[in-house]
């Protein structure tokens, strides 16, 4: 079982080697974090830092891709957070976060350890 921190694969452009990097936890480019995680007391805060105004859906999924928790966010301006709550019956373990925008394109997911 992988766990996806890294994956570095090279590939020949014009003779030049390039290295590939991707880190799917941190997509999002800084615009969008979670804390804390691992997450305790079932809560934790999505903190939107500089994402486009508009309205997101904020998608908690387990590892065999049932809807565990989903709210509407509208987003207004920096540094906005939202609080989420998560049934306090939730198993421990790890659930995927994802954020898609009004027109269903995801702009953020990871993955967070509810303890």
Known sequence: ????????????????????????????????????????????AVQFNELESGQYTIQVTDVMGRNISQQIVNVGGKMQSQSIRMD???ARGFYLVKIVDQNKKAVFSTKILVQ
Request: charged residues 10%; hydrophobic residues 40%.
């Open 1 to 44: 079982m992988a766990n996806s921190n890294l994956l570095a694969t090279a590939a020949r452009t014009n003779g030049t080697a390039i290295d590939l990097i991707a880190d799917h936890s941190t997509e999002g480019n800084g615009k969008v974090s979670i804390f804390p995680n691992p997450v305790t007391n079932n809560q934790f």
């Open 88 to 90: 306090p019956g939730a």
